[in-house]
């Protein structure tokens, strides 16, 4: 069965300072691997998705991942963080039954200090 | 254009009430998602609609929970009996399609709480 586990529960950073939010998976095949962002209030937003091609991925507001399948990791980063960075981060993972069924980490809180 | 919307936004019963709650996904996504996530926690899978059939509810936790999907559009989740330990953030997401690596796209949620 596949899961997700996120490093961290919580990551505080500096503003303009770089930003890593660790997510190892386990699965018995190749999934699609997703970063969703939850800020207070709001609902879930797709930030990036990792589907076969190319194993780094770019999103939205200058985030990115990339994807290691021998290390079985799926980190986040950005080079230089906002304080509208700070929210709820999850990593996620499609499930092997290819419905698009999603198992999602525990989260990690990103806190951002002026 | 509209996104996935939630009604209520929230939502306080008394243990043992039934109570519904309902989606209405973005027009022309076939595939319709529930998930609960509890205080701290990650969502987790409810059930899977493809069309207006529930291709997989193994999430549900048990009998009391029930959802439906009769047009292919809004769908609308039932729990009967209703304990204190339901009391979650019930969210609503859908897609295009319902391969692996299409994008759902969330609603903003209900929050119930079971008193």
């Known amino acids: 069965a596949q899961s997700v586990t996120q490093l961290d529960s919580h990551v505080s950073v500096s503003e303009g300072t770089p930003v890593l939010l660790r997510c190892n998976y386990s699965?018995?095949?190749?999934?699609?691997l997703f970063w969703y962002v939850q800020h207070p209030n709001k609902g879930l937003q797709l930030l990036l998705k990792?589907?076969?091609?190319?194993?780094l991925v770019k999103g939205i507001n200058g985030f990115e991942a990339e994807f290691k399948k021998s290390e079985t990791s799926f980190h986040l980063t950005k080079p230089s963080a906002h304080m509208s960075d700070a929210a709820e981060y999850f990593c996620v993972v499609s499930d092997e039954s290819n419905t698009g069924k999603l198992i999602f980490g525990q989260g990690t809180t990103l806190q951002v200090k002026p | 254009g509209a996104g996935v919307s939630q009604t209520p936004s929230n939502k306080v019963t008394e243990k043992g009430k039934y109570v519904e709650l309902r989606c209405d996904p973005i027009s022309g996504h076939t595939a319709l998602y529930w998930y609960r996530q509890s205080l701290g926690q990650g969502p987790e899978f409810l059930i899977y609609?493809?069309?207006?059939?529930?291709?997989?509810d193994s999430g549900l936790p048990n009998d009391r929970f029930f959802a439906v999907r009769p047009e292919g559009s809004v769908s609308t989740l039932k729990i009967q009996r209703t304990e204190r330990g339901d009391s979650a953030v019930y969210l609503c997401a859908s897609s295009l399609l319902s391969g692996d690596g299409d994008t759902q796209y969330f609603g903003p949620g209900t929050r119930l709480t079971v008193l």
């Open positions: 990792y589907t076969s091609a190319a194993t």
């Open positions: 699965s018995s095949y190749s999934p699609s």
């Open positions: 609609f493809q069309g207006t059939g529930a291709a997989d």
